[in-house]
């Protein structure tokens, strides 16, 4: 018996889905790997390297991820900061995690610019997905970046805005989208605090304040709701006052002039049953202990929101008339609602594998992590056709026939599909375009005819004395600015000669 460092043994425990020596065994692997990589690395905080990689896969873990995707999620810094290349992580660990690791890197050189213009910023969601051929990478690089958030006190102050408006303008709405509220939330927060700290503090204090002074009714209700929900002979799996996220309440308190009073769910109490019949019975059972407020009834068990969310919610006059919302739901739901699309691993390795028989059948299971289309799909399905409208962000068709191709400063271009280095140079540019000599897809030469591929990184080269474009660019362009920018060149210099 080989003795685990704590921190191991600790990632080790987060693991949600079933743990097969093959799956413990490859984190361990990835572990040491990572170690090894990073040894005498340190963070900003002071702390060694590693704990980043830690953190990292410790998130992916606790949200339900699979065995690969919490195994790049250790190594998915090796590339960029350690001199081991991505061929060595593929001859180590095979092509899919290779696969993962790859998909962060490139995504890690995106930068979110100076700008605010929603339609760059939408752009830039969308190639995010688009460039990750596979969700998990892009869940991969939410954990990352929820723990480069908590600890971005270390960065020089000058720093910190810059990525807490990226981190709110890029990794909220994408974690929003893939429904995972837990992570979505508390990056929320995280950037609220840093982009803007007044108001941060403000309601801060005014929710503690508040906390404070309601906590024993809701202890009470609490005690009360569970007494009778037992004495039905009901299981509870958990039941729990929640507080609502910074951010979120700051936008209600917006809308409702700052009257803290005037919102009802600033304190809420969760209750987790088994099965659905079970949430509606809590509900009779809840109106019976405590008066409903009229109209604030809302079944989206029934009727889900349109990111899929689930759940049976009430207000009601609790202890000594106290407004408090509660919120019924089923252990599934719950798990979609704070795991979104990452909850679906869980659902999906449970039920397809059969633990108890593991050891007694020889089959070797794979972990059959497939990609994330077909993944959205059978999701999908499952939330059921009526509700496709929850994917409306995601929608795979807009890519189709886009490709996004980046700069070697970050900057995203869009693209037709076919679209060649002359391209994508009168799109940076029309002198750019004017005085191009070659170009460059991912560090390899390239002519200048190359269909880019999307997510490459194209560098181009220019001449300062050549100002005119070749004709024979007309046969291969793509996009209409380029071939109107050569046409132009070209009529003007036949003038001249
Ligand atoms: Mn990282």
Not at 52 to 65: E, K, N, Q, V, Y
Not at 66 to 85: F, M, N, Q, R, W
Not at 270 to 276: C, E, F, G, K, N
Not at 440 to 460: C, F, H, R, S, W
């Amino acid at each position: 018996m080989i003795l685990l460092k704590t921190e191991l043994k600790n990632l080790l425990k987060q693991v949600k889905i079933p743990l097969t020596p093959q799956r413990r065994d490859l984190i361990i692997k990835a572990f040491e790997f990572a170690e090894k990589a990073h040894q005498g690395q340190k963070r900003k905080s002071g702390e060694d390297y590693l704990s980043h990689c830690i953190a990292t896969a410790t998130i992916l873990a606790s949200i339900g991820m699979g065995s690969k995707t919490i195994a790049a999620g250790l190594l998915h810094d090796v590339p960029e900061d350690t001199p081991i290349t991505l061929g060595e992580i593929k001859k180590e660990f095979g092509e899919d995690i290779h696969n993962l690791v790859e998909g962060i890197t490139k995504l890690g050189k995106i930068k979110l610019k100076e700008t605010k213009e929603e339609y760059l910023i939408e752009n830039l969601r969308k190639m995010f997905l688009a460039m990750a051929a596979d969700i998990r990478v892009v869940i991969i690089k939410l954990a990352d970046r929820l723990h480069n958030m908590r600890t971005l006190e270390f960065n020089p102050p000058e720093k910190r805005p810059r990525i807490a408006r990226e981190t709110m303008e890029i990794y909220v709405p994408l974690a929003d989208r893939l429904g995972i509220g837990e992570i979505k939330a508390e990056l929320e927060d995280l950037s609220f605090k840093f982009i803007d700290p007044k108001n941060y503090k403000m309601v801060k204090k005014l929710r503690d304040d508040y906390y404070k002074e309601g906590e024993k009714f809701n202890n009470q209700a609490i005690r009360e709701l569970e007494k009778e929900i037992r004495s039905r002979k009901i299981k509870i799996a958990k039941i729990y006052g929640r507080a609502k996220n910074l951010r979120s309440l700051f936008l209600k308190l917006e809308k409702r002039e700052m009257d803290i009073g005037r919102i009802y769910d600033l304190i809420a109490i969760r209750i987790i049953v088994p099965t659905v019949s079970d949430c509606y019975e809590v509900l009779g059972i809840t109106h019976k202990v405590y008066r409903p407020m009229v109209g604030r009834i809302k079944d989206y068990i029934s009727l889900p929101k349109p990111n899929g969310y689930q759940s049976i919610h009430t207000t009601i006059f609790g202890p000594e008339g106290r407004i408090m919302e509660v919120q019924i739901r089923t252990q599934k739901m719950h798990d979609e609602a704070e795991f979104g699309i990452a909850s679906h691993w869980i659902y999906s390795e449970n039920k397809k594998r059969d633990w108890k028989n593991y050891f007694r059948s020889k089959e070797t299971y794979s972990e059959n992590e497939v990609t994330w289309i077909k993944q959205l799909r059978e999701w999908q399905n499952e939330i059921g056709r009526d509700n496709k409208a929850f994917l409306e962000g995601l929608k795979i068709d807009f890519f189709k026939n886009r490709i996004f191709a980046i700069t070697p400063k970050g900057d995203v271009i869009d693209l037709p599909e076919e679209a060649t280095p002359v391209d994508f140079a009168y799109e940076i540019h029309s002198e750019v375009g004017d005085s191009i000599t070659g170009a460059k897809a991912d560090g390899k030469m390239v002519t200048l005819d190359y269909k880019i591929k999307n997510g490459q990184m194209i560098e181009v080269m220019t001449s300062k004395d050549k100002k005119i474009p070749n004709r024979k660019w007309l046969e291969f362009v793509k996009t209409s600015n380029a071939r109107a920018h050569i046409r132009k060149q070209l009529k003007r210099s036949d003038e001249i000669i």
